[in-house]
């Protein structure tokens, strides 16, 4: 049996009201989970990139990330906006999710967290050449 950090693992409710957003839960003897959803997209050069879904009501850290903007479907996220940013935490990439699900419907946000901004500008460039986004035209 695994043994999971106090950082990964919380108390569960007494009440089951108790959630954690959109992230899926597993409650294991007393304590709630929760489990990030991870996602590998390919750039044009080859290489492959994990990004988390998120929860937007959650912490965001104060450092440098990719984003990208997707339709989750059953056979993986489709691209619809790819960014950077130097500070999650400003949440600049609100205005793009709102944007996206204007024209897209249910679309979410995952996240790489990337602290140099040369690595997170290639990353970007790498993405939208290979998914060509609508929303990066």
Same mark, same amino acid.
């Given at each position: 049996?695994?043994?999971?950090?106090?950082?990964?693992?919380?108390?569960?409710?007494?009440?089951?009201?108790?959630?954690?957003?959109?992230?899926?839960?597993?409650?294991?003897? #007393?304590?709630?989970?929760?489990?990030?959803?991870?996602?590998?997209? %390919?750039?044009?050069?080859?290489?492959?990139?994990?990004?988390?879904?998120?929860?937007?009501?959650?912490? /965001?850290?104060?450092?440098?990330?990719?984003?990208?903007? %997707?339709?989750?479907?059953?056979? #993986?996220?489709?691209?619809?906006?790819?960014?950077?940013?130097?500070?999650?935490?400003?949440?600049?990439?609100?205005? %793009?999710?709102?944007?996206?699900?204007?024209?897209?419907?249910?679309?979410?946000?995952?996240?790489?967290?990337?602290?140099?901004? %040369?690595?997170?500008?290639?990353?970007?460039?790498? /993405?939208?050449?290979?998914?060509?986004?609508?929303?990066?035209?």
């Amino acid at each position: 049996m695994v043994k999971l950090s106090p950082f990964l693992a919380k108390p569960a409710s007494n009440n089951g009201a108790w959630s954690l957003g959109r992230a899926e839960d597993r409650v294991v003897q #007393g304590w709630r989970v929760a489990l990030s959803r991870q996602f590998e997209l %390919a750039g044009k050069s080859g290489a492959r990139y994990r990004y988390t879904a998120f929860e937007e009501d959650r912490f /965001l850290p104060p450092a440098g990330a990719n984003f990208v903007i %997707a339709k989750l479907t059953k056979e #993986g996220p489709t691209v619809v906006y790819a960014g950077e940013t130097d500070n999650l935490a400003n949440q600049t990439w609100r205005s %793009a999710l709102e944007k996206a699900r204007a024209a897209y419907g249910e679309a979410a946000i995952l996240t790489r967290l990337n602290v140099t901004r %040369a690595v997170r500008e290639a990353e970007r460039s790498d /993405l939208i050449e290979q998914h060509q986004p609508p929303m990066n035209g």
